[in-house]
């Protein structure tokens, strides 16, 4: 029987999440707690030793699937998959990575399922490294836009920067409620910004509870910038949410590669997650050189 996910599940759930294989950002378990409100809801089992999940939109009930089992023993079958769907009555999957197919087999998946691209959930990967140290000349717009900053206010002292603690939440929430002033973070506006302001509430709330971790950039003494990582894969880290006030000219260039540096030590990859069809999105991402994509699939039982 399912049950709704919530933040109080995280310690039973974690040992399976620790060593899971997917590389799409959809696989990070505080990113499915946290993505959990009024209009997306997330629910799991536990069965023989795996855990199961299902996605459910309230607005959109065609839409709901299940993700891939997370298990401790390597890949589900396309036969094991094929027989849950039915099973549970989900009847397809969503975010399946592309790296799968390939391990599976597609003329074997194709027996049992209709394989369609999602590319609006392609995951945009990228070296730490790479977001560390800005090398080279594809970088040098984002240099520039540093160099910038720091002469504005970096060399006046007019930043502190530091993790994020209960004690700068209420000041986090403050900067989040600006910044969507700016995007219009309201359902009648924009339902999927409406859903991402409730979902970095949540992770702001309970960071220590689900082992995310954040870093904040005061200007002037105000919180303007922060970010909130949290684990994917032995090689790979989500940078799950990063907000910067616009006008401040190279804030965001600053707060990306300070989390780069200092939330992602230990990981060789950084996953910014999808562009969500956003053509903006989609140039900014590109803007930062992605080492390679994670192609997202979606499989519906024949």
Known sequence: MMKKLTHEDYPLLKPYFAAQPYGLCTYSLPSLIVWGNHVFQTFYAIENDSVIIANESGCRPEDNHLLLPVKPDGLPA????????????????????????????????????????????????????????LKGNRYAKKRNLLHQ???????????????????????????????????????????????????????????????????????????????????????????NFEKALPHIRGLYQYLDNECAQHLFNGYLYINKESDMGLPALAESKHSYHPVFKIKSYRLSLR
């Not at 049992?112 to 590319?119: I, L, T, W």
């Open 149 to 239: 900053f720091s002469r504005d206010y970096l060399r006046l002292n007019r930043v502190a920067t530091g993790p994020i603690t209960p004690s700068v939440v209420s000041e986090c929430l403050d900067c989040l409620e600006k910044w969507c002033e700016i995007r219009s973070c309201d359902t009648e506006q924009d339902l999927s910004l409406a859903c991402e302001k409730e979902a970095v509430i949540n992770a702001l709330h309970h960071c220590p509870d689900l082992d995310m971790h954040g870093l904040y950039v005061r200007i002037d003494g105000e919180v303007s910038a922060f970010c909130l990582s949290s684990h994917l894969r032995r090689d790979m880290g989500v940078m």
């Open 78 to 133: 396309p036969e094991e998959i094929a027989a849950l769907a039915l099973r549970t009555g989900y009847g397809r999957y969503g975010s399946v990575p592309e790296d799968y197919l390939e391990k599976m087999g597609r003329e074997r998946i194709g027996q049992h399922f209709v394989v369609s691209a999602q590319p609006e959930y392609d995951d945009y990967v990228y070296l730490t490294e790479d977001l560390s140290l």
